[in-house]
């Protein structure tokens, strides 16, 4: 099956510093997520971006599909921010749908 | 929208009782998952339906789990009898296949079994 990894597994940051978090992916997908699961466990999406480059205040995600990638950017980090990252594909079969596979996600701490 | 909604959030109980964790899907969506999450695994889906009709559920672990779907609007993931390697959270998702495919995450139930 495809593998998802993403990159770093944990980091660390100062408030109000940028980061760039990183998801490989090892075959062609239909579809993409990127989710934050909050200190309470909650799952948000952030974007559905299986191509091009998305913004949303702070965040923005660019994928690259022909390459096997996408970036999640994350500027003016806030502690709200901390949490884990996961990004997760699909990769649709002849059969249909098939299911959403996430990588092992990053962790985040912002720290004021 | 209300998003999706799970209940119980937290359950406790006993080694060899049964489990039942329920999901009401966004209003609309056709199709609804079932994820397990545990910090051995991660996220791992577990079975899906599509029009109430389940598709896919090669990701169930054995025959101690089953899941239902009987409406739009209602499913059930049951866990008979319950075992302590099953303490994780169970997250319900649902989406809407008539123009994306983005999926929308439930908060999920907090299984410990003792």
């Known amino acids: 099956g495809i593998q998802v990894e993403q990159s770093p597994p944990d980091l660390i940051l100062q408030e109000g510093a940028n980061s760039t978090l990183r998801c490989n992916f090892s075959?062609?997908?239909?579809?993409l997520q990127w989710f934050h699961q909050n200190p309470w466990g909650q799952l948000i999406n952030l974007f559905y971006?299986?191509?091009g480059t998305k913004q949303n205040g702070r965040l923005s995600a660019t994928t690259v599909a022909t390459e096997r990638y996408s970036l999640l950017y994350i500027s003016s980090s806030q502690t709200t921010d901390s949490g884990v990252y996961f990004c997760?594909?699909?990769?649709?079969?002849?059969?249909?749908?098939?299911?959403?596979?996430f990588g092992t996600g990053t962790r985040l701490l912002v720290s004021p | 929208d209300a998003g999706v909604i799970q209940s119980p959030r937290h359950e406790v109980t006993e080694m060899g009782q049964e489990v039942t964790l329920r999901c009401k899907p966004i209003?609309?969506?056709?199709?609804l998952f079932w994820y397990r999450q545990t910090m051995m695994r991660g996220l791992e889906l577990l079975i899906y339906?599509?029009?109430?009709?389940?598709?896919?559920d090669s990701g169930m672990p054995e025959d101690r789990f089953s899941a239902k779907m009987p409406n739009a609007s209602f499913s059930t993931l049951k866990i008979q009898p319950s075992e302590p390697r099953d303490s994780a959270v169970y997250f319900c998702?649902?989406?809407?296949?008539?123009?994306?495919?983005?999926?929308?995450f439930g908060p999920g139930t907090r299984l410990t079994v003792t």
């Open positions: 998702a649902s989406s809407k296949r008539t123009k994306d495919y983005e999926q929308y």
């Open positions: 075959d062609s997908v239909n579809n």
């Open positions: 971006i299986p191509s």
């Open positions: 997760a594909v699909e990769q649709r079969l002849i059969t249909g749908f098939q299911k959403l596979v």
């Open positions: 209003s609309g969506h056709d199709y």
């Open positions: 339906f599509n029009n109430n009709v389940p598709i896919d």
